[in-house]
């Protein structure tokens, strides 16, 4: 293969000109060359991968929509009807006949002559409130307690302590008991659910740290004299995004659930909730014609649940990164 010389003097360039020196650069070269990562971008478009997360999540945005939207935007007064006998008690189609095709009557009316529809919504907006403040306080509490709790042995060998006492008491009983003492009143419920709810959550999470304290990372950390409680959120709780997730998804619907069957036994909070709803509709159930009064609010508590669950658990199962290949 021929090859031929060039005479780089015929340019008139000079040396500087033609050549330039190259650096070395140590950062530069431990650089990889790869397509930018985002987590949550990765989450996202994990979960709205599947159709049914989409369909679910538009349901759970009807629910809170008619939850916390629609009870501000109406004028609802449980008494408006009070002492018309013929508003009480009345099927839907009953209900269209006296009021006219609106949604309000769409479930018929209950024993106050109140709209069916209307009561049901504003008791979920009181369920949903009291799920989501509880969660609020029981997760944070949990969270960062557990982290610290699986990380240190000092604490691990006083929580454990406390753990196996106050562990076995029946939580149902607990809440119970404290609703009687107490006055039954919104924020009697949240302290009766919080009080010890957060200790079974510590628990969890602090069985998931002890897996991954003893890490290489970690000990390097402990090594150069960081802090336990930055260990625990720095290195730890970001690897356990996705539990965290999926434990939400059990925490919120399980509050609904507490609630309603409290108020089923007669133990609930004063306030008109979905379980109130429920307890007080007991005798509609068995009246031919006044099934609706019962059945409504049930089928209601029974989609929120649902919704609020399957849409949590599918949004934990995105946030693993082992879904993310």
Known sequence: MNQELINLDKFGLSDEELFSHVDHSALESEKITAPRYSYWRSVFRVFFRKKAN???LCVLAVVLFLAF???AMIDYDPFA??????AKHL????????YGRSIHYILGTGASGEPTFDAVWNGARISLSLAFVCAAINMTIGVLLGA?????KKIDMFMIEVSNIVGNVPY????????????????TMVFALTVTGWLFIAYFFRTQVIIIRDREYNLASRCLGTSIFRIATRNILPFMTSLIVTQIAVEIPSYVSYEVFLAWIGMGISDMSLGRIIQAAQSA?????WEFEFWSPVIVSAIVTIVLYVAGQNL??????????
């Not at 149902?172 to 924020?187: D, E, G, N, P």
């Not at 946030?319 to 290949?325: C, F, N, Q, V």
């Open 285 to 289: 159930m068995l009246t031919p014609g």
């Open 54 to 56: 989409i369909f679910f």
């Open 81 to 86: 009807n009070l002492m018309d006998s013929t």
């Open 69 to 71: 939207v629609y009870p």
């Open 316 to 325: 934990g199962d995105a946030s693993d990164p082992r879904t993310h290949m």
């Open 172 to 187: 149902t009983l607990l809440i119970a008991v404290l609703v009687l003492v107490l006055k039954a009143s919104f924020w």
């Open 148 to 152: 610290v709790w699986g990380f240190s």
């Open 91 to 98: 099927r839907p189609n009953q209900a269209f006949a006296k």
